[in-house]
């Protein structure tokens, strides 16, 4: 039976896939695509093994899950890809309404955390699928991730747009764990061989990936709509490292998060090993 993998459709996920596929270990594995929200639950109900999931979804079932090592989707402070548009300055949104993507788990509470923690505002949050130009009708500020945030940030139509890693980085001085490489922990018990095999497979996908920007971007579907450049610039932004100062960034966020009552507690990180 081979491991079931999830895929998140984001250009984040593009170099590491590109690897992966190229090594043709394929056949171990089966794909299953989707934004990180919908990949969420499947994981949470054993419906697919291992997947690059939202950080916060370890916090909220620690006991579910391990975490493969030297392995993430981060920011070391800009990100480019998790984006507050705006129709006024940030300072003016203190009270208001705030629209966030129905894609996100991780993210939104980053969101909430930045406002309600750092900003010491008081602020409402509203769930929508509405398109940006639409939702900034509606609401003063939205929050994207992913490719809608990348394409938001393309079409400079939002008059204030602030890039949520580098408001964290700002603050805290520390990386940010958006996602994070979770195994179900029932699959990593009884498909043990596999997932050593995976974690494995990873490292050297991300490993080849690193040196391999250009020309998995030469390939790549999304060079349609943001150019090979600006591909590559992209995943340089992007750390998809798990260093022991992207450890304290992520307990840390665990941390507000459970001041926010997102989570219950801040838990322990456990490896696979
Ligand atoms: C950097 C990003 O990180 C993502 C943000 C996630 C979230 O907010 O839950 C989940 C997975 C990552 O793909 C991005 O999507 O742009």
Redesign the pocket.
Known sequence: MPLTLGH?V?A??TPIFTALRDLGHSPDYRIVTGV??QL?RLLAHGEIDVC??????YATHPDRYVILPDLS???VGP????MLFSRVPIEQLDGATIAMTT??????N?LKIILGLFHRFTNRFQRTDLPLTEALEAHPGLLL??DK??RGALAGTAPHVYDL?ELWYRFTGLPFV??LWLVRREAAESQRDKVVRLGADLLKAKRISYESYPAIAAEAPERNWIGEEQLVDYWRT?SYDLTPAHLDGLRLFFRHAAELGAIASAPEIRLFS
């Open positions: 998140i984001y984040n996920c990180p929200a969420n690059p999931s939202s950080s916060i979804e989707i981060s920011a990100v480019k890809s998790v894609e996100s788990d991780t993210s939104v980053l991730i992913g945030a990348l890693g958006f996602a992007i």
